[in-house]
C-alpha cells in the first residue's frame, strides 16, 4: 500500500512539474508575438509620422519658397533701388556781345572736375588766356528739351572776348552766336538708406570690365543656376594654390541676393536662404538682367556717411571719370574693391590696393585678356584715385533746402527715389559772391553798431526767368541748419509801402506822384478803442507832401494817410496781386509794415516792381528729368502782366528816385555811376533791417536780424543796404534803363495843390504821369514872377 502511494506521488510529482513548462513556452511566445506587433506598429507610426513631416515640410518649404519668390519679384520688377537726386546748376548760355568774365567761367570748369591744359585734345579740359577760353566739354546728359542739345556733348568751344564782352563764339569750328556750358553738379541728394548710386545699363559698362569682374567673381556665371558647387571647389583649390583669397566661393547671383536682399550674417539659415533666392532669380530673370542689377548694388567704398553702391558711381568716386573711360589699371582697382571696399582702400591703404589691383591684372594676363605691354604698363602705374575722396557735398544746403522744397511740391516721393535729375538756376558765381559779401561786411557792421550775433538772409534773383541764382539762409557758409531766407517770419517793415502806392497809381484818375497826402500829426482807434498815434521815422511832420515823396523818403504818416483812402481791402488786394500767397490781417499797422513774412515771400513781391509789371515765380527747379531721360516736370513761365505798364514805370521810378535822393541815396557814391532801385525797410527799435534793390537784370533780397529778436542798431540803409552795395560792386552792374511808355508823359504839377500846370506857374515840379489822366489848371496860386530886365520886357528876347 505504501508503494503504491509512493509511486503515485511521484507520478502526480512529474505531472505537476511538466505542466508549468508547457505554461512558459506559451508565454514567451505570446510575448514576442506581442514585441513583433508593437515594433510594427511603431515602424508603422513613424514612417506616417515621417510622411505627414515630409508632407508638412514640403508645404512649409513650398510657402517658404512662394513668399521668397513674391519677395524677389516685387523687389526686382518694381522699383530695386533708392537713387539719389543729381542736383544740377544752370545751363548758362553765351551770346555774342554779352558780358562775360573768363576767369569766373574757368573757375567754374574747375568745380566741375576740368583739368586746365595748354592745348585743348581731349574731353574735360581748357586752355585759358587773356582774351579767350577753349573748352572741349565732356559728355553730359542734356534734358531732351534743351535748344540744341544734341550737338552739346563732346564739342570744342572757343569764346573770344573784347573789352568784357563776349566778341566771337566757335563750335567745333564753326562759327556760332550762342553756345551752351555744361551744368555744374550741385549735390547728390541721399536717400535715408545712405546708398549712394550712379544706375548704368549693361551695354555702358565696356566688355574688358565686365570679363574681369565674372574672371575674378564668377568664371561660371553664365552656365551655372545660380550656385555652383564646382565653383566653390575651383575657388578652393585657387585660393590654396595662391596662398591667399584670389577668388570667391559664392556665385554672382548669390552675391547679389547677399546685397539686395539679405544681411552680411553667416548662419545656416541665411545660406540656405541665399541659395533658394538664386536659384529663383535664375529662374524668373536672364543673366544679363541680373549681371545688369550686380553692377548697380555691389557695394565698393563708402564717402562719409554714404556707401558707394555700383561701378557708375565707383568710377566717379574714385577717379572722377565715366565708366566707358576707365583705364585697364582702374577697372582692375574697381573690381579689386569688390572683395573689400575697405581692407583695399586706395586711399588708406595704397600698398595694399596696389598689390590686390597688380594681382587682378596679372590674371588678365594669364587669360589674354591684356597684351604683354598692356599688362606691363598697368603694373607699373600709380593708383590714379583722386586727390579729395569726398564726391559732390551739400557746399550750399540753403540753396539745396529751397530745391528740396520745391521738389516735394512738385513730385511724389516715390519718384525722388529714382535716380532723377534735377536742374535748377543756379550760380556758383553769384553763390561765391554772396557768400563772400557776407563774410566781409557782417563783422564790419557789427563792430561799427557794437553788435554781435547779427544774423543775414540774402537771396539773388534773376528778373527775366524768376530762377533764385543764389541763396544764404545763415551768416557761417555751408550752414544747414535753419533757413531764415525761407523760414524766418519777420516784419516787413517799410518793404510794404510800394504795394500801397501801387493801389494808388493803378487809380490814375485819383493819383498820380504829384497827388498831396497830409503830414499832420494823426490817432486811430482799434476796434477795442486802443489808440494809436504813430509817427514819421524822424519825428517830424511836413504838412503836406506829395505822393512821390511820401514814397521816395518813406515817410509812414502821408503813407497811412494815403492807405485808410484807398482802402485795406484795396491794399491787401495790391499786395497779393504781387504774388504775396499769406493771409493778411487787415488792420492800420499793416500799413507800416506790420506784416510778418519771409525773405523769400517779400523777395516774390518786388518782382514784377523790378519785371516792369509782368508777374515772374520765384523758383530753383526748371526742369526734373527721369532716370529714363523723360521729362517728369517743367517750369512753364506765366506770361502775365500783373501791373499796367504805366503803374509799373511810375513805381520803378519812384523806386529809382529813392536810391538817389531817398532813404537809400547812399548807393549814389557806393555803386557810382550807375542806376539802380530800391527800397529800405526798418522795423520797431532796429530789430529787422532790410533792403531790396535791383539793376537791369538781378532782384537781390538782403535781411539782418537776431533770433532772439532784440534791436541791431542798424537800420535798412545802414545795415542791409551796404550788404547789397558790396555784393552788386563784386557780381557785376547792369545800370537800369527806365524806358517810358507811350501813355506816360513828363508833366509840369504845382507843388502845394497837385494840379498839372502850364510853365507860367510857380513853385512846380516835373513828374511822369498817365497821358489820359492829365487836366492841365490855366489858373495858378502864383504865377512865376517875371524875371527880365526893362529892357527885355519892353524889346522882347
Sequence with gaps: MLKNKSNHKQINTRQSSTKPASNKASNLKQVSVKQITVKQTGLRWCLITLVKLSFAGACALGLFIIYLDAKVQQTFEGQRWQVPVQVYGQIRTLAIGEPVDLVAIAQSLKLKGYKKVSKVKSSK?????????????????????????????????????????????????????????????????????????????????????????????????????????????????????????????????????????????????????????????????????????????????????????????????????????????????????????????PWRHPKRAKQRRDLILRLMFEQRMLSEVEFEQAASSVLSVRENRRLATQSYPSYLQLVQKEINQLIPTRLQKSGIKVFTGFSHRSQQLLEQTINKELPSLENKVKQRNLQVAMIVTDIDSGEIRALSGDRVSGYAGFNRALTAQRPVGSLIKPAIYLAALERYEQYNLASVLQDTAITLKSGNGKKWQPKNYDGKYRGQVSLMEGLVHSLNIPTINLGMSLGLDNVSDAIHLLGYEGDIHKRPSMLLGAINMSPMEINQTYLPFAAHGMFRKAHAVNNIISAEGDVLWQFTAQKDQRLSNNAAYLIDYALAKVTQSGTAKSLTWRLKNTLVSGKTGTSNDLRDSWFIGYDNKHLVTTWLGKDNNKPTGLTGSSGALPLFASFMKAQGLTSKTLTMPDGIAMTLFEKKTGSAVTAQCDGTISYPAVNVSINIVKDCLQEKPDERSWFERIFGD
Excluded: C, W
Aim: aromatic share 10%; glycine share 6%.
Design 125 to 345: 579740359q581748357y586752355a585759358q588766356s587773356a582774351n579767350r577760353l577753349v573748352i572741349f566739354q565732356g559728355d553730359f546728359d542734356y534734358p531732351a528739351h534743351i535748344e540744341n542739345a544734341n550737338i552739346l556733348n563732346g564739342n570744342q568751344l572757343v569764346i573770344d572776348a573784347h573789352n568784357n564782352h563776349v566778341s566771337a563764339l566757335f563750335n567745333n569750328n564753326i562759327t556760332t552766336n550762342k553756345i551752351q556750358l555744361e551744368p555744374q553738379l550741385l549735390a547728390r541728394l541721399v536717400p535715408n538708406n545712405k546708398e549712394d548710386r550712379l544706375l548704368v545699363s549693361l551695354e555702358e559698362v565696356p566688355n574688358q570690365l565686365l570679363d574681369t569682374l565674372l574672371l575674378i567673381e564668377d568664371r561660371e556665371f553664365y552656365h551655372h543656376q545660380g550656385i555652383s558647387p564646382l565653383g566653390i571647389l575651383r575657388a578652393l583649390y585657387n585660393n590654396l594654390k595662391a596662398g591667399r583669397t584670389v577668388q570667391g566661393g559664392s556665385t554672382l547671383t548669390q552675391q547679389l541676393v547677399k546685397n539686395m536682399f539679405l544681411t552680411n550674417k553667416r548662419t545656416v539659415t541665411r545660406k540656405i536662404q541665399e541659395a533658394l533666392m538664386a536659384l529663383i532669380l535664375e529662374y524668373r530673370y536672364s543673366k544679363d538682367e541680373l549681371l545688369e542689377a550686380y553692377l548697380n548694388e555691389v557695394y565698393l567704398g563708402q564717402n562719409y556717411a554714404n556707401g558707394i553702391h555700383g561701378f557708375g558711381l565707383a568710377a566717379q568716386f574714385y577717379f572722377s571719370q565715366e565708366i566707358d573711360k576707365l583705364s585697364n589699371a582702374q577697372m582692375a582697382l574697381l573690381v579689386a574693391q569688390v572683395k573689400g571696399p575697405s581692407y583695399y582702400d
